[in-house]
């Protein structure tokens, strides 16, 4: 099982960015996804996540109106859509595929089983 997150780069802020995760190895539509961000010396912690149909997302207040996320379930794909970047968005981003088969959004690291190697978004000001 692997999971490739890919987009990110360098961006003023206000710019605008779009993260893919693309899983291969299985089929994941039954699962839900999330991104995670990470900063050194910080704890990774959650940005956005959606169940496995798409019916449910959730974003953390840092986020909520900037980012949007979404999943081509055909394509073992999600996205991360992020709008109106701000410096503090600096980040490792991590995609996240969730332990179990809920149809509810899950928030904590420890939820999800298989991670991807991260992909750096950088702000500047």
């Known amino acids: 099982v692997q999971l490739q997150a890919s987009g990110g780069g360098l961006v003023q802020a206000g710019g605008s960015l779009r993260l893919s995760c693309a899983a291969s190895?299985?089929?994941?539509?039954?699962?839900?996804m999330g991104w995670f961000r990470q900063v050194p010396g910080k704890e990774r912690v959650f940005v956005a996540g959606i169940n496995w149909g798409g019916s449910s997302t959730y974003f953390a207040d840092s986020v909520k109106g900037r980012f949007t996320i979404s999943r081509d379930n055909a394509k073992n794909t999600m996205y991360l859509q992020m709008n109106s970047l701000k410096p503090e968005d600096t980040a490792v981003y991590y995609c996240?595929?969730?332990?179990?088969?809920?149809?509810?959004?899950?928030?904590?690291?420890?939820?999800?089983?298989?991670w991807g190697q991260g992909t750096l978004v950088t702000v500047s000001s």
């Open positions: 190895g299985r089929t994941f539509s039954n699962y839900g």
């Open positions: 996240a595929i969730d332990r179990s088969r809920l149809l509810v959004v899950r928030r904590l690291p420890r939820d999800y089983e298989y």
